[in-house]
């Protein structure tokens, strides 16, 4: 519990900030970070990124597009289909963001020597690039469907 624990004081501080400092939810900028890091990118596909509903990056992309930072572009392989581009704007606010998002990491981190913290790091990119980050056999996400889970 207490990855969890820090994980969601460190959101709670962050998210306050942004929100506060921006004036958009979380979701927005988590939205600009996918189009600024995969250009072209479609809202669904930012789906899979971060797991939240559709109409919420729907919104997070309107607010985004209203405030000029992320344009809309018409695929070329499908007419229906619209690729999401940052605009200078938009790759600017988010390289702000991004910098305080460093400072408050060394801040949140502070506690650990730099041997503490590259151990730490190590750890924590072994378990993000391990196979259960996204599914659980203690936390099956059937469970809400009342559907038999096969453990066979």
Known sequence: MVVSYFV???NAVTNRYIERRYQFPVQAWSTLFSIVMFPGIRAKEITHLFPRPQNTISRAISLLA??????HQTSTTDGREKRLFATPAGEELLDEIRAISVQRQDELFSPLTDAERETFFTLARKIANGPKLLESDAMPSDVATGKERNTA
């Open 8 to 10: 969601l004081g460190n």
């Open 66 to 71: 209203t405030r000029g930072l992320i344009r």
